[in-house]
């Protein structure tokens, strides 16, 4: 199982506002996740993704293409993967993890 983190910029937007954008890749995400193939979690900053490797790259693939189905003409997608392969990972698994050896 390996984790993504996501985040998809259109550039050339007409206000400062990528609210529009980020729930139209929500929306994306969502239908992703009802047919079981990834888990996400939508964070301020960007979107951390979970699964198969193969089926994230189609995922992100899917969410990079977004904004250009709305009009955008330029899109910047960052991605970050963590492809661990010595044992399962997931996103609830490295958070508690950490909070095992937290001592607040």
């Not at 009009?71 to 990972?89: E, L, P």
């Amino acid at each position: 199982m390996a984790i993504a983190d996501v985040t998809v910029i259109p550039i050339g937007t007409e206000t400062a506002s990528v609210s529009e954008y980020v729930a139209a890749v929500q929306s994306i995400l969502k239908e992703y996740e009802r047919e079981g193939i990834i888990k996400f979690q939508l964070t301020p900053m960007n979107t951390i993704i979970e699964g198969e490797l193969s089926d994230l790259l189609d995922v992100i693939k899917a969410i990079h293409e977004s904004p250009f189905e709305k009009g955008i003409q330029r899109v910047a997608t960052n991605i970050r993967i963590d492809d661990r392969r010595d044992k399962s990972s997931t996103m609830e698994s490295k958070l508690n993890s950490v909070n095992r050896h937290s001592t607040l």
